[in-house]
């Protein structure tokens, strides 16, 4: 079960041919807690999301992920408005900044996380840009409000680490953790057989 409203993530999971048997979004808080930083925040809540959603179908291998975008050890969560995401892309500009995404695994009982972090370098952005960006609408729903994978792949010109996980899901960690939770990949599908003359 996935426990993310992310189509991002679904779209990612269906890349390597798995397809979970429910989506079920875990409403949680996601509000920083006191001088939390960034990587504990993302850890943070990919497990509570993971917890909750386990909570409610008991004996499910859960997966949950969230993903922080962070300056130094401010955390840019997602924008609540254009305003907003304007601001954040103009802190961002011509700058490096940190993209965390953590991901947990609940079953049995039990939660394992790791987190992923990644290191993104935007260009300078000009007025028009950011201003292009905000009235696209891309910036609803992403952290630091912009999404890699997007018209905001034109403002990066560098980047070091996953990109998957600057997507919003690591991968190779994410199979590691369902395996090591007792999941296993389904068989693919037998090829078609081959027409005849």
């Known amino acids: 079960m996935l426990a993310s409203a992310s189509p991002r993530r679904l779209a990612l999971l269906a890349q390597i041919g798995i397809c979970?048997?429910?989506?079920?979004?875990?409403?949680?808080?996601?509000?920083?807690?006191?001088?939390?930083?960034?990587?504990?925040?993302?850890?943070?809540?990919?497990?509570?999301?993971?917890r909750a959603a386990a909570a409610a179908r008991p004996g499910a291998v859960v997966l949950a992920a969230d993903t922080v975008v962070a300056l130094g050890r401010r955390i840019l969560g997602q924008p609540r408005d254009a305003g907003e995401a304007a601001a954040f892309l103009r802190l961002m500009s011509g700058r490096r900044h940190r993209v965390i995404t953590a991901v947990a695994v609940a079953a049995g009982g039990r939660v394992a996380s790791r987190a992923v972090e990644s290191v993104v370098r935007m260009k300078r952005l000009s007025a028009a840009e950011i201003a292009a960006h905000t009235a696209s609408g891309e910036w609803r729903g992403k952290a630091g409000g912009y999404a890699i994978q997007g018209r905001a792949g034109a403002f990066v010109p560098w980047m070091q680490g996953s990109h998957a996980a600057v997507v919003g899901l690591p991968l190779a960690e994410t199979v590691a953790l369902l395996a090591a939770a007792g999941w296993q990949a389904p068989p693919p599908p037998a090829p078609a057989p081959e027409a005849g003359p």
């Open 20 to 50: 979970p048997d429910a989506v079920v979004p875990a409403g949680i808080d996601e509000t920083p807690e006191p001088d939390e930083a960034p990587r504990a925040h993302a850890l943070r809540l990919a497990a509570a999301k993971a």
